[in-house]
């Protein structure tokens, strides 16, 4: 039987170098969306326009491009197991309602190269470490995409994601 062997260094066959890439992947997650829904409760506060990128820090900035490659990443990786977030146009229909389209559009730019770098890669999708990575991969991106409902709703998911940081 044919099985792809793995392209990526990130995604070997050692489930400890996955859990700890997704442990930090989730942890800078939640800390830049409490960083970015913070600072956007604060403008709602104000007004109600848009949340723009200009906004965030030099370090909350350095914090999103990380989380963008990595999302990214991970995407690519689910869709090539098979398992589609549909991610980007879920949350595209969000982020149109709260963040400026300039902002969209370089956080768009951004995810589109990334994934455009790694979609060459192979991935053995029958380890069963990938496939763990897979699966939380997809249940964390509907979480990411829920939070992102109830902030654009709300204006801050500070309080909800409190607990995740605990």
């Known amino acids: 039987m044919y099985h792809r062997r793995s392209g990526n260094k990130l995604f070997g066959a050692k489930s400890r170098i996955i859990n700890e890439w997704f442990r930090a992947l989730l942890l800078c997650w939640v800390l830049l969306l409490c960083s970015v829904f913070i600072v956007y409760q604060t403008k709602l506060s104000k007004s109600t326009e848009l949340f723009d990128l200009s906004e965030l820090s030099a370090s909350q900035q350095d914090q999103l491009w990380t989380q963008v ?33 300039s902002s969209i559009k370089k956080v768009l730019d951004r995810f589109r190269a990334t994934m455009k770098n790694v979609e060459g890669n192979i991935w053995d999708c029958t380890d069963k470490n990938v496939q763990t990575f897979v699966e939380k991969t997809v249940a964390k991106a509907n979480l990411l995409v829920k939070q992102a409902e109830d902030a654009c709703k709300v204006g801050s998911i500070y309080h909800q994601l409190l607990p995740l940081l605990q």
């Open 69 to 101: 490659d990595n999302w990214a990443v991970a995407v690519v990786l689910a869709n090539f197991c098979e398992r589609p977030t549909s991610l980007e146009e879920r949350m595209l229909k969000i982020a149109t309602r709260c963040i400026t389209p």
